[in-house]
């Protein structure tokens, strides 16, 4: 095997009640990236089209993804890295997650699996930290997993894929500006009330019980976050407008997708996702921001190859 | 039906993770209670074995239960509460729990079921109001609806019952010193830093998932507390002590029930419980201080009508 072409999908992370640890992926949004083999040792990156993203493997989060793999499993054979992205940078879908991911996804592969998909998340995510400025595995797990993920702790990496309601939907309103995760980091304050913090885990126990039993009430009842939202909403325009129309759409939640900007919401079934990503859409053409909308069942499998040599 | 006997078990809240939300049943640990039904209204408590507790309804818990479920369905009938107490008050296992869930279980029975077990999570909050100053209702939830409960919200009540693996057995260890919920609460900082709420949540999030599909190292994993846990700590003699030697006879998770000063610990199988509870009882016997141990299965029926005329 020489080459593999891979679909690298856009993921969800924090799902209103949990932040840093929840995400979700997403199906038909994502960046296409072939890996080849190649007798020069090393990794290079040879080939980026959609964005304007440096080739240099530093400052390059499937770069620096490859490269602690290969620090981890030294290898005879260098790794050429060629991204077709579609997922805008600083969207607040995963876009470093899935250059990181496919990264160390597509080389894994073609070293013959040496590491599962759960080992790979470890290397993913040191594509982050270059990202966001801290380790985090929410955005990589989904991708790599698929379906639902919850990262129990990363040190070390403890990573539990949950089971996906078969009837929900996500809906994904991306405005078109830009917002670096390490700023919607800053603005949040190091420490929260005791009380917030039991209404948290609270509202993320409740959810993943919602998960595993099919109860998209709870699911609803539960995607409540009063920590981190309050702050980035300032971040989002007309981020309660959004959430107010999705919610009387029939959403069962809307929250922050990431640190933003885009904003989510989860719906039962794609005729509700229809209607809660029409009421969105209204929103933003009032003012103005050129944007785009998704709908997207949750992506169960994740990652994905699209064809190998 | 002029009145019912109850078995109403003890209880562990908390659950290390699960602060003010996470509780779970007990199974031969427990009081009986005898409702009666009498032609003269009001609630009165005719007699307490066991413990010095007041007869005044308006200072007994179940008193104060009885009657916020009285004011809700006013009833032509008056109710007479006999409590056999074997749960010492102040133990950390639910001991006010269990008498103000009897009072409107039994009440609720003999007024032919108008509310369900869940709508009486709401009534007997009220009494624990009373023990221990704020209204929670962590162990009511699970003397009322049996197994693992999860609070998510106290207004509105919304409480999940969670399943519970099959080969759960909980052991607790009560050293008899008497620690007041109050004193316990106020020992607590008001805040928390958003990297150790994170966490916590992380860990409820995944105790959750493990009690889901029966995993008990995910189980294990999860049983961590790093919030509340060093401070009520200091409150409990030899509580690093119980916990190591927990953990080193192959506990799931040890940790302190409620708030205190019982400790409880989970185990995989009676065999190991057994173990852990010998090693606690070590433990606890060189110190010098009384105590129980009480090993029992995680009860999933909850509070038991034990006869009734």
């Known amino acids: 095997m020489k080459s593999v072409k891979l679909f690298t999908p856009a993921s969800v992370a924090n799902v209103s009640c949990g932040f840093d640890v929840l995400g979700f992926c997403l199906d038909p949004v994502g960046d296409d990236m072939t890996i080849r083999k190649s007798d020069e040792k090393g990794i290079r990156i040879t080939k980026i089209t959609g964005q304007d993203l440096p080739l240099d493997v530093h400052q390059n989060v499937a770069g620096v993804a490859a490269m602690a793999l290969l620090e981890a499993n030294p290898s005879e054979y260098g790794f050429e890295i060629e991204i077709n992205k ?72 403890d990573v539990i894929k949950l089971p996906t309601p ?18 919607a980091r800053a603005i949040l304050k190091k420490t929260v009330t005791l009380k917030s913090a039991i209404q948290q885990w609270g509202n ?66 794609f005729e509700n996702a229809e209607n809660v990503g029409q009421a969105m859409r209204e929103v933003m053409q009032k003012l103005g921001i050129d944007f785009e909308v998704h709908i997207s069942k949750i992506n169960e499998e994740g990652i994905k190859i699209l064809s190998e040599e």
Chains 1, 2 share one sequence.
């Open 86 to 157: 579609r997922i805008k940078a600083g969207s607040g879908i995963g876009s470093s997650a899935a250059s990181s991911a496919g990264a160390v996804f597509g080389i894994n592969h073609l070293l013959g699996s040496p590491y599962t998909n759960h080992e790979l998340i470890d290397f993913a995510m040191q594509g982050e930290k270059l990202a966001s400025g801290s380790a985090h595995a929410d955005n990589v797990s989904p991708v790599l997993l698929g379906g639902f993920t919850l990262v129990r702790s990363i040190a070390p990496m």
């Open 166 to 183: 078969k009837e929900l939907v996500a809906v994904i309103i991306h405005p078109k500006i830009e917002l670096k995760t390490s700023h």
């Open 204 to 269: 993320l126990g409740a959810l993943v019980s919602g998960l595993y039993s099919d109860n998209y009430d709870l699911i609803s009842r539960s995607l409540v976050d009063e920590i981190i939202e309050p702050y980035r909403a300032m971040l989002i325009p007309e981020f309660a407008k959004l959430k107010e129309v999705s919610m009387n759409a029939g959403a069962l939640g809307c929250g922050i997708s990431g640190s933003g900007p885009s904003v989510y919401a989860l719906t039962k079934g």
